[in-house]
Nanobody, 123 residues
Framework: QVHLAESGGGLVQPGGSLRLSCEVS????????IGWFRQAPQKERERISC????????FYADSVKGRFTISRDNAKNTVYLQMNSLEPEDTAVYYC????????????????WGQGTQVTVSS
């Protein structure tokens, strides 16, 4: 079965960094684009990044542009999200999800999600 698992979250001080991982199984990662999403209390779910399965083009929400970097390693079945210059506003549960056949429009609903990993930015 299709399975995605996020890891790497934790507690970090403002200005710090974290690297999240999304390990996938049950499908060929190279055939799918992967998006990163976050959900904070009392806020709507936000799509913050996506990476394609072809030329590995990357897309970022304005809220994280210049601070976050997405990458993928198909041989390891893993997608990464490097998060730098973290701010308290970045506190949320972070999820990865499939997008097919490429990075899709904002109204696209992914078919498969991971369980999420908590990121807390606080002094």
């Amino acid at each position: 079965q299709v399975h995605l698992a996020e890891s790497g979250g934790g507690l970090v001080q403002p200005g710090g960094s974290l690297r999240l991982s999304c390990e996938v199984s049950g499908f060929a990662l190279a055939r799918y684009a992967i998006g990163w999403f976050r959900q904070a209390p009392q806020k709507e779910r936000e799509r913050i990044s996506c990476i394609t399965n072809g030329d590995e083009s990357a897309f970022y929400a304005d809220s994280v542009k210049g601070r976050f970097t997405i990458s993928r390693d198909n041989a390891k079945n893993t997608v990464y999200l490097q998060m730098n210059s973290l701010e308290p506003e970045d506190t949320a549960v972070y999820y990865c999800a499939t997008e097919f056949p490429s990075c899709m429009a904002a109204n696209y609903e992914p078919d498969y999600w991971g369980q999420g990993t908590q990121v807390t930015v606080s002094s």
